[in-house]
């Protein structure tokens, strides 16, 4: 699966989780180009056939390249299209206009009064953000032009990580804060990189942090409300809700991000819920 290397595009990371997924369909269905990473890539063509994307709009639009959030190469082959090795001249690698990132963990129950919930790898959205700055990093090395084109990144955060404003329902306070202790620490971390390096001498042209309520539903893009019925709000005036569709995440992510760009909420920590 190829895309033009003379054609922008967008890179997704997580593209088999829900969120993720969903806005993958949309950013698809309406005629962008974009590449994805996948431990198993006929796992993310069947999850996208299933959604009804047509076979031809996914060989002709996607590119997927099979690695894991821990393979640089494999990264850097999705931040610039499988370019980056191609040829050694400054001006012939293409980096990706947009990353969405949507990288979580699998939940895990523990014995623990203080912290019983962690995650199958709790350092998973640190460790992805950490990863794709230092690919991008390397890709600037290389090829210095690049740096005129960085990329924007989006990535999925949650509710209740907050230091500004309480963003959570007072009936889901003690579920967030004492049992999303541990996966809400790493997506801190993740938050904390991403705002660190979006500026003009960070990896990232912009940064927008999507906090969304607790997730519902799979990313089937017909099992949710539609985006336009999401309560928006920012960090210091948040939409407080109890729960959102993942599908309804992913359409609003690549309405207000992917076909806009953007730059409207560069910087912001935007809440979403229903």
Request: overall charge positive; proline content about 4%.
């Amino acid at each position: 699966m190829t895309t033009s290397t003379a054609t922008q595009f967008i890179a997704f990371f997580g593209a088999t989780g829900g969120c993720t997924n969903a806005c993958l369909v949309h950013t698809l269905k309406a005629g962008f180009f974009a590449t994805a990473l996948a431990r198993t890539p006929s796992k993310l063509t069947d999850m996208l056939l299933a959604q009804g994307l047509e076979k031809s709009i996914i060989d002709t639009q996607l590119t997927i390249v099979k690695g894991d959030i821990a393979d640089l190469l494999a990264i850097k082959s999705v931040l610039t299209n499988n370019n980056t090795f191609e040829s050694t001249a400054a001006d012939s690698v293409q980096i990706a206009s947009q990353i969405i990132s949507g990288i979580g963990g699998t939940p895990q129950m523990r014995m623990s009064l203080s912290k019983p919930m962690t995650i199958d790898n709790p350092e998973i959205c640190a460790t992805t953000t950490k990863n794709i700055i230092q690919a991008l990093q390397e890709i600037y090395s290389a090829h210095p032009s690049t740096t005129q084109h960085k990329p924007s990144i989006a990535v999925i955060s949650t509710t209740g990580v907050s230091d500004v404003r309480e963003d959570v329902p007072f009936g889901f306070r003690t579920f967030y804060h004492v049992g999303l202790a541990v996966p809400h620490r790493d997506k801190k971390e993740m938050e904390r990189l991403v705002s660190e390096n979006a500026s003009s001498t960070g990896v990232f042209r912009g940064a927008v942090i999507v906090r969304p309520s607790l997730l519902k539903g799979d990313q089937s893009v017909k099992s949710g409300k539609g985006w336009q019925k999401l309560k928006v709000g920012k960090e210091d005036k948040p939409a407080v809700g109890f729960t959102v569709h993942r599908a309804d995440v992913g359409q609003w992510i690549c309405e207000q991000v992917v076909k806009t760009g953007g730059e409207s909420y560069f910087g912001q920590k935007v809440t979403l819920t229903n």
